[in-house]
């Protein structure tokens, strides 16, 4: 539609997910309008984050040292291990100040029309993790998806023959909802997951 250095940075801007041909174009027209102070500041941004942040050894956490900020904690536990997804999980996750164990980030979810399979994942790396024996209980936090359901299973599967506690997050109705506006896999995770009250 434009031409030139305009429509690279249209099509560029569109390939992030999440952002439409609308609002690549309404992004490529702000940063045009822009003070250059102010795109000089994204740019380098863009570049620093490229150059410094890398993945932890451990976990698959976003870290700028080898270690992120998590597994070099002498406070967290050694115990539990909760496996995510994404290193966005992770932060959601600490959000509610709950967990006060480990992390492993898979990198992804099984989604064989994705062509992602368990071996394209950081499975392996779990197991490495798990095999000294210090960790009683993993924690699985995958997203309540097929794809994370999918991955929840696979990894029930190879875990609870070692002898460890696996558990799955909770799910259900969100607080302030309509139970006539839950899909049937909710309401049933709902009842699934109901408690006793007492008086």
């Not at 003070?35 to 932890?56: I, M, S, Y």
């Not at 496996?83 to 992770?90: I, L, N, S, T």
């Not at 960790?135 to 460890?164: F, H, Q």
């Not at 839950?182 to 006793?196: I, K, S």
């Amino acid at each position: 539609m434009y031409e030139g250095a305009i429509q690279d940075l249209v099509d560029e801007l569109g390939r992030l997910p999440g952002v439409g041909p609308k609002s690549a174009q309404r992004i490529a027209f702000h940063i045009l309008a822009a003070d250059p102070g102010d795109v000089r500041r994204l740019a380098d941004a863009l570049t620093e984050v490229k150059l410094r942040v890398q993945f932890c050894e451990i976990c698959g956490n976003v870290a700028q040292e080898p270690q992120c900020r998590i597994c070099r904690d002498p406070r967290r536990s050694l115990t539990t291990i909760c496996v995510v997804e994404e290193a966005k999980d992770v932060v959601a996750i600490e959000r509610t100040r709950e967990f006060r164990g480990r992390y492993h980030v898979l990198g992804g979810a099984i989604n064989p029309i994705g062509g992602v399979g368990p071996d394209d994942l950081r499975i392996a790396q779990l197991m490495t993790r798990l095999a000294d024996g210090t960790v009683t209980e993993v924690i699985l936090a995958t997203d309540p998806n097929v794809e994370g359901e999918a991955t929840a299973t696979y990894l029930a599967r190879l875990l609870v023959p070692m002898g460890l506690t696996v558990s799955r997050l909770a799910s259900g109705l969100p607080v302030g909802g309509d139970l006539e506006y839950a899909d049937e896999v909710t309401l049933g995770r709902a009842f699934e997951g109901r408690r006793r009250l007492s008086a």
